[in-house]
């Protein structure tokens, strides 16, 4: 059964510094990951999916990587704003594009 | 252009009660997820519609779950006899038929079971 776990939980930066969330699944015949963003009360937005052939995509100050074969993902955010505050999940898919998510890193950016 | 937008926002009702919520997909997406997110379970897959294919219900939690999409568009999910453990957001999504576009999420149905 595909399990992902998401490291942290939590976390509070200041504004301007670089931070990665960790995702990591524990089998490997995904069909893909997505990044998603999830505001107080509102539904998720898709930030970055990267398809199981793929190592990365960016999108502005993000970048998500994956390593297959080791069952990880990083969500990279450059130069961190009040307005990256959010909960991130991590989710991955099989051929029918079912998700199984993280649990979610809830990101605190003080002014 | 329009999102996926579920009806109602907002639901309380009583134990024992039926409850219908409503999904409206992106126009074109034939793909149609619904999903439950609660505090201590955080996000579940519950069913999933693909076209005219019969529907994946792995992930209904028991039989007083169901769902139902017709025209290939609009979904409803169904729980009869609520119970307290029910009481969670339920979110739907939409995506293309293929697995390199990501699902694109309504603003889920918050339900609350008295």
């Known amino acids: 059964k595909q399990e992902v776990t998401q490291i942290p939980a939590a976390l509070s930066v200041p504004e301007g510094e670089n931070l990665v969330l960790n995702c990591s699944f524990t089998d490997s015949a995904i069909y893909n990951l997505q990044w998603f963003r999830q505001d107080p009360g509102k539904g998720l937005t898709s930030l970055l999916l990267?398809?199981?052939?793929?190592r990365e995509q960016t999108s502005g100050r993000l970048n998500a990587s994956l390593d297959k074969s080791s069952g990880r993902s990083t969500l990279y955010i450059a130069a961190s704003q009040p307005g990256d505050s959010a909960t991130y999940l991590c989710?991955?898919?099989?051929?029918?594009?079912?998700?199984?998510f993280g649990q979610g890193t809830t990101l605190q950016v003080k002014p | 252009g329009a999102g996926v937008s579920q009806s109602p926002s907002n639901k309380v009702t009583e134990k024992g009660k039926d409850v219908e919520l409503r999904c409206d997909p992106i126009s074109g997406h034939t793909a149609l997820y619904w999903y439950r997110q609660s505090l201590g379970q955080g996000l579940e897959f519950l069913i999933y519609f693909q076209g005219n294919s019969a529907p994946d219900k792995s992930g209904l939690p028991s039989d007083r779950f169901s769902a139902e999409r017709t025209g290939g568009s609009v979904s409803t999910l169904t729980i009869q006899r609520t119970q307290q453990e029910d009481s969670a957001v339920y979110l739907c999504a939409s995506s293309t038929p293929t697995g390199d576009q990501p699902q694109h999420f309504g603003d889920g149905t918050r339900l609350s079971i008295l």
């Open positions: 989710a991955v898919s099989g051929n029918t594009g079912k998700l199984i």
């Open positions: 990267i398809q199981s052939s793929q």
